[in-house]
């Protein structure tokens, strides 16, 4: 029944089948909805945060999709910028990915606040020498240049294109499109920097403070370069799963192994530059505040396996998966890699955001534990359920890529 | 990292606490809530979500039976004065560094709750209103006019009870003043407490009596080697609580609170 709307020369399941999937994630969607607004009339007191862990779940969720949203912005800098040509397939699906992680990463720090109506002091009273001001601002200039970039794909919807000044205006924003990507790779490269900054100008708090390279910190430019080098390996990992759901091949496989390649170098550097920080850190600035390396380091939750899987299970080991072209080009090994490394990047997130505060001050403090509560559990799949919603619609209505025809010739 | 602009003023205030003296009573906190206009929850027992900005921590010495030894640690905000972790970080400008008296202060209706500040103070000297304050039927009778009541969703935290000075200050104008004497502005806590544990006033004043104190023999401040320069001091003839008070490398971690 709605086949209009579905482009040209391309196979889509039944209606019937679509729309009972919509229905399962609108579900989710429903459900966690619900829980945002109950925490919006009650309080901040529906989650297990504390004045020792005043941040949780929903930043590290946050600072997560954020690091896997740079495939976005990443992809776009690689296509228009350098003009890797066979990252044409994939820009316009790595450009919905990123719009679905900073419109969630938006909704989750405007519920994560404490007073949501004064969201907006933020740019109205902007105190510069904040790492937060910096990412406030710069978020939202980014997710607004994506939505750019996401619009001329929706009118290319094969009825609005139909309505003339859709298609002209559709025809202007692809010109533009260089200098969108162009403005969103600085933007990214800032907000990436200043979310690291957050917790490297903590210098009050050790297990994260690191010092400046001028005014940055260095997490500054550790968040950065793990943006990118885990970024497009989200990206090819959800292309690949939505070629296995959809039974499609939907991008040229080349497309996926020079992202990842180009990633895995740069996760190579990432590691290295990962490690010498970490050196640093246990040598110089812990034992200059009187600390220890091993005092990091506590129990299960906090214990010293974290840095093991971080830098090197979910580091060295994808690393070195996307550089060996034998095994990058095998389907199995290079989904392995990308979940690794992505897994990697939110664990760096996880740690920044939970350790570094359960981690105790004073000598006779002793460390907190904290675990999410059903509430920031229920809001964080939102993230995923809204996202499942998004490339569902698009990839059904939208000529999201490019050589979907080309690839998956009508059987005669 | 800059220091903030110093400026000509007569003014820094600070505190001193006396540990040999402290006794652990906690009037001190007491005098604090109802000062400050705390509301009190009808459950306490999670201290992690309770507003206590004069909170006294109760430490040891590790030591087994009969060698144990306590003491307490009162702690307020400690007013940091280099490159203050929780101004430095906050997106709205809600929480302020004064150069004139040194007192960082908090814009209640300013603050979006984000919380940065409450991560980036080292003393958890910040809290969070988890709930709408709520007080008992009629007890908003003996609410205090001078401090403003702070809804939910904000941070806040001891104050060095700044109205207090601009109480002072406005009597001092009136008599025709321009200058605070000694003793004529302190907080709460340091009026109600029954030891004399806590001293407050113009470190400024070579005369007053914290200017005199800090510079006693047994003085330290908590977490020296962060570089905050807390403007609470503290005095203690005990060494080991001395140590206790700031990192040191290797050592055991005792599990001082007791
Ligand atoms: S003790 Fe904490 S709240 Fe007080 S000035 Fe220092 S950083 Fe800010
Ligand atoms: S919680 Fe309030 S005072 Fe603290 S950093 Fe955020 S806006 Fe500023």
């Known amino acids: 029944m709605d086949r209009a709307w579905i482009p040209e020369g391309v196979q889509r399941c039944g209606a019937g089948a679509f729309f009972s999937w919509m229905a399962l994630w609108l579900f989710v969607l429903g459900a966690a909805v619900s829980t945002a607004l109950l925490i919006l009339w009650k309080g901040l007191n529906q989650t297990n945060m504390n004045d020792y862990f005043g941040f949780g779940a929903w930043i590290t969720v946050d600072l997560g999709v954020i690091a896997l949203g740079a495939g976005a912005f990443f992809s776009g800098f690689l296509t228009y910028v350098v003009r890797v040509k066979e990252l044409k397939a994939l820009i316009n699906f790595a450009v919905i990915i990123g719009f679905i992680c900073y419109s969630s990463a938006l909704l989750i720090l405007t519920l994560d606040i404490g007073q949501p109506l004064r969201g907006w002091f933020g740019y109205w009273f902007p105190n510069i020498h904040s790492m937060l001001t910096e990412v406030i601002f710069c978020i939202t200039l980014y997710f607004t240049v994506l939505t750019i970039e996401y619009v001329p794909l929706i009118l290319e919807n094969r009825k609005i294109y139909a309505n003339p000044v859709a298609h002209t205006l559709s025809h202007n924003f692809h010109e533009a499109m260089a200098i969108f990507a162009a403005i969103g790779t600085f933007l990214s490269f800032f907000h990436q920097g200043s979310l690291g900054g957050m917790y490297g100008v903590m210098y009050a708090r050790p297990f994260a403070f690191r010092e400046g390279f001028f005014v940055w910190p260095w997490t500054f430019f550790l968040f950065i370069f793990s943006a990118i080098s885990t970024g497009p390996t989200f990206t090819v990992l959800v292309t690949m799963i939505l070629q296995k759901v959809t039974k499609k091949r939907l991008v040229p496989r080349e497309s996926l192994s020079v992202l990842a390649k180009i990633a895995g170098w740069l996760l190579c550097g990432y590691v290295i530059a990962k490690t010498v920080d970490t050196y640093y850190w246990a040598t ?43 095994l990058r080009e095998n389907d199995k090994w290079l989904a392995l890699a990308c979940v690794l490394a992505s897994t990697g990047v939110v664990l760096n997130r996880f740690i920044f955001t939970v350790q570094t505060l359960a981690m105790p001050v004073y000598p006779f403090d002793k460390w907190y534990t904290y675990f999410p509560s059903w509430q920031e559990w229920m809001t964080s799949l939102a993230v995923i359920a809204y996202g499942a919603l998004i490339i569902s619609l698009s990839y059904r209505y939208l000529p999201v890529f490019p050589y979907e025809r080309d690839l998956n010739p009508p059987a005669r | 990292m800059s220091e903030h602009h110093e400026v000509a003023s007569k003014e820094k205030y600070g505190m001193v606490i006396d540990l040999d003296k402290c006794t652990g009573c906690g009037t001190c906190t007491v005098a604090c809530l109802s000062e400050n206009n705390h509301y009190v929850r009808e459950d306490e027992s999670d201290k992690l979500h309770s507003v206590t900005w004069m909170k006294v921590y109760k430490v040891t010495n590790g030591a087994p039976f009969p060698n144990t030894k306590v003491a307490f640690i009162p702690r307020p905000c400690m007013h940091c004065d280099h490159h203050t972790p929780c101004v430095s970080v906050c997106p709205v400008m809600a929480t302020d560094y004064n150069p004139l008296t040194g007192i960082v202060s908090q814009i209640y209706t300013r603050c979006i709750g984000c919380r940065y500040c409450v991560g980036a103070c080292p003393y958890h000297a910040r809290y ?87 510079k006693s023999p047994g003085a330290f401040r908590l977490l020296e080697k962060l570089g905050t320069e807390p403007k609470v001091y503290y005095l203690s003839s005990e060494s080991w609580i001395r140590e206790l008070a700031d990192n040191a490398l290797g050592r055991k971690r005792t599990g001082g609170l007791a």
């Open chain 1, 284 to 326: 110089h600035i812990l034992p200059a505040r009187g600390l220890t390396f091993a005092e990091q380091y506590h129990g299960y939750q906090y214990g010293m396996w974290l840095p093991f899987v971080e830098i090197g299970l979910c580091g060295v080991i994808p690393a070195l998966i996307l550089i060996i072209r034998r």
């Open chain 2, 128 to 214: 969070f209103n988890w709930w709408d304050p709520v007080w008992p039927e009629g007890m908003h009778k003996l609410l205090n006019p001078d401090m403003s009541p702070r809804m939910r969703g904000v941070v806040e935290k001891c104050s060095f009870c700044n109205h207090r000075q601009q109480k002072a200050k406005d009597k001092a104008y009136v008599e025709g003043r321009k200058e605070l004497k000694d003793g004529e502005y302190v907080t709460a806590c340091a009026e109600a407490c029954p030891t004399g544990a806590i001293t407050f006033g113009n470190m400024k004043d070579p005369e007053s009596a914290v200017a005199k104190l800090i």
